[in-house]
Nanobody, 127 residues
């Protein structure tokens, strides 16, 4: 069993930065892919970024490329999402997800690829 717990969300102004954290527990993560998704009210959950635990490969949605950075700390079993230059359209509940297999460019964005999900953390960006 894997448990994912997100933290770091909040209310910020446009242009500000936030760093989300996702602490994972329950299993080792040497072969897992971790990702961030987000869901705005009335919209489907969408891919934000992913990182392969051992290979350090990262993937980003076009809408966040250049503004967001995903990283991980193996020793802490924690994944981070550094969000800079936030925009009102970034407002959403952000979810951490884990897949017990390596995912790649074409597969990392699919919600069905992930085995575990966190409870979500709200990010609100005011204009």
């Amino acid at each position: 069993q894997v448990r994912l717990v997100e933290s770091g969300g909040g209310l910020v102004q446009a242009g500000d930065s936030l760093r989300l954290s996702c602490a994972a527990s329950g299993r080792t993560f040497s072969s897992v892919t971790m990702a961030w998704f987000r869901q705005a009210p009335g919209k489907e959950r969408e891919f934000v970024a992913a990182i392969r635990w051992s290979a350090e490969a990262t993937y980003y949605a076009e809408s966040v490329k250049g503004r967001f950075t995903i990283s991980r700390d193996n020793a802490k079993n924690t994944v981070y999402l550094q969000m800079n230059s936030l925009k009102p359209e970034d407002t959403a509940v952000y979810y951490c997800a884990g897949a017990m297999k390596p995912l790649y460019q074409r597969t990392a964005a699919g919600t069905g690829q992930y085995d575990y999900w966190g409870q979500g953390t709200q990010v609100t960006v005011s204009s």
